[in-house]
């Protein structure tokens, strides 16, 4: 059976669409609808049609404009536009056919009229606008073009314009926000280990118990009000670079590690080469440390396996953190240094977390210069690897972090 032949209806009114659907699917064609320019556009380009009928009076785009646009295809190029449109004012048929349709057929719709007309068009039909009178209205018509452009630059400005000032606000809230939470937590954390030590009065077990298990939740909302005041002052946040050893920056915090996969079941086990000095930010690279530490450590199960490595090569060092955890789905991956993003961002979901840790990182990973990259797999477990270029030798006479 030979393929139908399509086509194109550009029309937001249901009844126009509907009426039409009918006539022309009754003369054996299929008919596809599109209820806007830029959808009429993609399905153009999808179904490439014998012929396209465009509604002149659509919202957004209008139909002289998708017209133009449609006639610009290279593969349309020959395809008749026909417009089907109400409007009857005077010089709205010259409009059209110089917007690129090659026929103007005025609604309301004749049923018995419209397959002849169709016919006509496949058949060879094209109607013409005078040349002097083409001229004119192409003028006319470029203008109108433009000043649609220029009110169109304008609002996208102004909704710009908005969105920032938006963002601003948003901004200024959360850095208040982690401010005003701060100064109690301190406060909390400070008391909390005052009790932890015995130097508020003896506690029997149950009580020390009690009493670290919310100095671990109250370091788990400081490490989150880090996150959070950090990500807003990163924006302005410029390096403060010191040398040092990375092996000895990561010691200490490997230690907080082994706790934390001691008490969760994991076995945490790090391979540190005897990396040369680099010039680094201490403050930042810790972040960069406990983030990715803390992510491995959360996102694997009991009995699973976390390894940190440190490696230098001549011009770069790399440090990577490696886990059996629960891995990222392909598709998500490249959305995970958003701030914000968490691929699991329900309610109920059994990860604690901001969604901002990544997004830190990779900024103060870039600041220095470096890369961070990552490799998963659902199921199996992710790699993170920073790359820190080593950008000129460092004397090692100068005051080397913890050495
Ligand atoms: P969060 O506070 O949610 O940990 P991050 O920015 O650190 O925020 O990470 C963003 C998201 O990336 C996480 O919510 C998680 O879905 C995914 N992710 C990060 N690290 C890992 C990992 N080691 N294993 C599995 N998923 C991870």
New binding site residues.
């Given amino acids: 059976m030979p393929e139908q032949p399509t086509i194109l209806y550009i029309e937001d009114n249901p009844d126009n669409q509907r009426l039409v659907q009918r006539i022309l699917t009754a003369r054996g064609y299929r008919v596809l609808i599109a209820e806007n320019g830029p959808d009429g556009l993609d399905l153009a380009r999808e179904s490439q049609p014998v012929l396209i009928l465009v509604d002149l009076n659509i919202p957004g785009l209008d139909g002289y404009e998708t017209t133009t646009r449609l006639r610009s295809l290279p593969y349309l190029s020959q395809t008749p536009i026909v417009a089907l449109t109400a409007d009857t004012t005077p010089g709205a048929r010259e409009r059209a056919l110089v917007a690129g349709c090659d026929g103007y057929l005025s609604k309301p719709i004749e049923a018995h009229q419209l397959s002849a007309q169709i016919a006509d068009f496949l058949g060879g039909k094209r109607e013409l606008v005078p040349a002097p009178v083409e001229m004119v209205m192409l003028r006319e018509y470029n203008q109108k073009l433009v000043e649609r452009l220029e009110q169109q630059v304008r609002e996208l400005r102004a909704a710009n314009a908005e969105l920032q000032e938006l963002d601003r606000i948003k901004n200024q809230f959360l850095s208040t926000l982690s401010h005003e939470l701060r100064t109690p937590l301190t406060s909390l954390l400070g008391y909390l280990e005052l009790f932890g030590r015995g130097t508020l009065g003896p506690l029997n077990e149950t009580q020390s118990e009690a009493i670290s298990v919310m100095q671990r939740n109250t370091q788990i909302l400081s490490r989150?009000l880090n996150?959070l005041l950090y990500l807003q002052e990163v924006r302005s946040h410029t390096l403060e670079l010191s040398v040092v050893h990375l092996p000895q920056l990561v010691k200490p915090l490997l230690l907080e590690a082994q706790h934390r996969a001691t008490e969760s079941g994991l076995i945490l086990e790090a391979v540190i080469a005897d990396v040369a000095p680099l010039k680094l930010d201490i403050r930042a690279m810790e972040l960069v440390l406990r983030?990715?530490l803390?992510?491995?450590l959360?996102?694997?199960r009991a009995g699973g396996r976390i390894r940190l490595s440190l490696q230098d090569e001549p011009s770069r060092v790399l440090l990577r953190?490696e886990?059996t955890?629960?891995?990222?789905p392909p598709e998500?991956l490249h959305k995970?240094?958003l701030p914000f993003?968490?691929?699991?961002?329900s309610l109920a979901r059994p990860?604690?977390?901001?969604?901002?840790?990544?997004?830190?990182?990779q900024h103060i990973v870039q600041a220095h210069g470096g890369q961070i990259t990552v490799r998963?797999v659902v199921g199996k477990?992710?790699v993170?690897t920073v790359m820190l270029p080593r950008s000129e030798p460092i004397l090692l006479e100068s005051h080397a972090c913890g050495s």
């Fill in positions: 989150h996150n983030n990715l803390d992510n491995a959360k996102f694997t953190i886990d955890g629960c891995g990222i998500t995970i240094f993003y968490q691929v699991d961002s990860y604690p977390g901001n969604g901002l840790g990544l997004a830190i990182v998963s477990g992710s993170f």
